[in-house]
């Protein structure tokens, strides 16, 4: 049982060029969300996801695409790099959407985009 | 809105004093509070949550929080300190309602330093 598994853990892209960050998760969650953690700001919401073929918006969402055609699987996308992207990228995955239900996280991506 | 504010960027304290990590909240309707701890170069890892009932909840590591409804605070606490504690501490609000269920809103993070 490996819970959250991200990749690549590292990338280093130049500005306009594009990427996908691959999440898997084998837990059978139904909820699986991107977050952006910079430095003094906590962790950001990107995008969403409440079920298989589901996506959703979240708090900064402008500049990535999400897509969960697989259950297991959220992909974040990148179309056109911008340095203001640079940062530490976590996928979490939780049972529900319920009040009870932890989110559990994977161990990042850190982007530098040049 | 649902909100949670940290109002320490860090936390200092020596081995074996009690530590405790400020955490306050402001939420529509009941909070479901939860704290995350994250270790240099990983990902975040769940210690406990608040839902409802007995306002100290016991989570990992000994690590406990107590949840106080008139003050809008969830404070980590633990007893005595180690230096594997140090780390970054997230506080987080769960939304529960419409559309957004599920979302969590995170502090900015407090970093604790334990010294030996």
């Known amino acids: 049982n490996a819970g959250v598994t991200q990749t690549p853990k590292f990338r280093v892209l130049k500005t306009g060029q594009s990427m996908t960050l691959l999440c898997a998760q084998d837990m059978n969650h139904e909820y699986m969300y991107w977050y952006r953690q910079d430095p003094g700001m906590g962790l950001r919401l990107i995008h969403y996801?409440?079920?298989?073929?589901?996506?959703a918006k979240g708090e900064v969402p402008d500049g990535y695409n999400v897509s969960r055609l697989k259950k297991q699987n959220f992909l974040l996308g990148l179309e056109s790099a911008a340095p203001s992207q640079t940062s530490v990228y976590f996928c979490?995955?939780?049972?529900?959407?319920?009040?009870?239900?932890?989110?559990?996280f994977g161990p990042g991506t850190r982007l530098t985009v040049l | 809105a649902q909100s949670v504010a940290q109002p320490e960027d860090q936390v200092n304290v020596a081995e074996g004093n009690p530590l405790t990590v400020k955490c306050t909240y402001s939420v529509s309707g009941n909070p479901y509070l939860f704290w995350y701890v994250q270790y240099p170069n990983r990902g975040l890892q769940f210690l406990l949550k608040y839902i409802t009932g007995d306002n100290l909840v016991k989570g990992s590591y000994g690590f406990e929080a107590e949840f106080n409804k008139s003050q809008t605070s969830f404070h980590l606490k633990k007893p005595s300190a180690l230096v594997s504690d140090s780390a970054l501490y997230f506080c987080?609000?769960?939304?529960?309602?419409?559309?957004?269920?599920?979302?969590?809103?995170f502090g900015r993070g407090t970093q604790l330093t334990v010294w030996p």
């Open positions: 979490a995955s939780s049972e529900t959407g319920l009040k009870y239900n932890e989110q559990f």
């Open positions: 996801s409440v079920g298989e073929g589901t996506t």
């Open positions: 987080a609000v769960r939304d529960v309602r419409g559309s957004t269920l599920g979302r969590l809103y």
